[in-house]
C-alpha cells in the first residue's frame, strides 16, 4: 500500500462519533479526508474546518459536514501533514502554502495528530526549506532581516509570478544548513515586521503517524 495512503488512513482512529476535527492540507492528509468521508457515509456524526480552499473543496466533495471557525472556540482534534518531523516532535509545515491557518486551526485543538511518511523524519529540523509566509508590502526588505538569521530566502513562484497563499501573502522559503533550536528561531523570525507566520510548528503536536515503507506503523509521541 501507499506509505502516505497508509499514514493518512491510520489516522482515523483518533476520531471519535460528535467530533469537530481540524481537516489538514496536503498528500497525506488528503488520505484522511477521503476515508472520514468514507465513514461519514456510513454514519459517523462528525464536522469538520478546513485548512485550506483545496481541503475544503475535497471535504464538500466527500460530504463532510463543515463549520465556520468563527462558530467554535476550541476543536477535539486536527489530523494534518508535515514536511519534516525530528524526534522531539517538533515540525516544518507549509509546503502546500496553508501553514498559517493550519498553524491557527492547531492552535486551538485539543490534539494534533501529524500523519507522515517515513521518508519526512529528520534526526534535525532544516532539510526541507523553512517556510515564512510574509506580507507582499515590503518583501524585499523582509527578506534580508530573514538572511541575517542566517538562512538563504527564496520568493516562492508560481508560473513565474510571486505564489499567493489563501489569505492573499507571500511565501518566503528559507533554507537553512540546519535548524537546532527550533523554538528560539520561531520567536526571532516572528518578531520580524512584515512577517505574519512561520512554519516551525513548535510543542504542538501530540503524536506522530508514521507510515514506514514496509507496510509498519510507528507512533512518536
Not at 482515523?12 to 492528509?29: A, E, F, N, R
Not at 502546500?96 to 492547531?106: P, S, Y
Not at 485543538?109 to 519526512?120: A, G, N, W, Y
Not at 523554538?183 to 503536536?205: D, Q, R, S, Y
Request: aromatic share 4%; proline share 5%.
Amino acid at each position: 500500500m501507499n506509505s502516505k495512503k497508509l499514514a493518512g488512513e491510520k489516522a482515523v482512529q483518533y476520531v471519535k462519533d460528535g467530533m469537530i476535527i481540524g481537516l489538514g492540507t496536503g498528500s497525506t492528509v488528503y488520505w484522511t479526508i477521503k476515508k472520514l468521508g468514507e465513514l461519514v457515509r456510513d454514519g459517523l456524526d462528525i464536522r469538520g474546518i478546513p485548512t485550506s480552499k483545496n481541503t475544503e473543496e475535497l471535504a464538500i466533495e466527500e460530504g463532510i459536514p463543515l463549520i465556520s471557525l468563527s462558530e467554535i472556540g476550541q476543536l477535539d482534534i486536527t489530523i494534518d501533514g508535515a514536511d519534516e518531523v525530528n524526534p522531539d516532535l517538533q515540525l516544518i509545515k507549509g509546503g502546500g502554502g496553508a501553514l498559517l491557518r493550519e498553524k491557527l486551526i492547531a492552535s486551538i485543538s485539543k490534539r494534533l495528530v501529524i500523519v507522515v511518511d517515513e521518508s519526512k523524519c529528520v534526526s534535525r529540523l532544516g532539510r526541507f526549506p523553512l517556510p515564512v509566509e510574509v506580507t507582499p508590502f515590503g518583501v524585499e526588505i523582509t527578506s534580508k532581516q530573514l538572511q541575517v538569521l542566517g538562512c538563504t530566502p527564496k520568493l516562492r513562484t508560481k508560473k513565474d509570478i510571486p505564489y499567493k497563499t489563501d489569505n492573499g501573502n507571500y511565501i518566503l522559503d528559507c533554507s537553512f544548513s540546519s535548524i537546532s533550536e527550533p523554538i528560539e528561531l520561531t520567536n526571532k523570525i516572528n518578531m520580524l515586521p512584515g512577517v505574519v507566520e512561520n512554519g516551525l510548528f513548535v510543542n504542538m503536536a501530540e503524536i506522530i503517524v508514521v507510515a514506514k515503507k514496509d507496510g509498519h506503523i510507528d507512533y512518536l509521541q
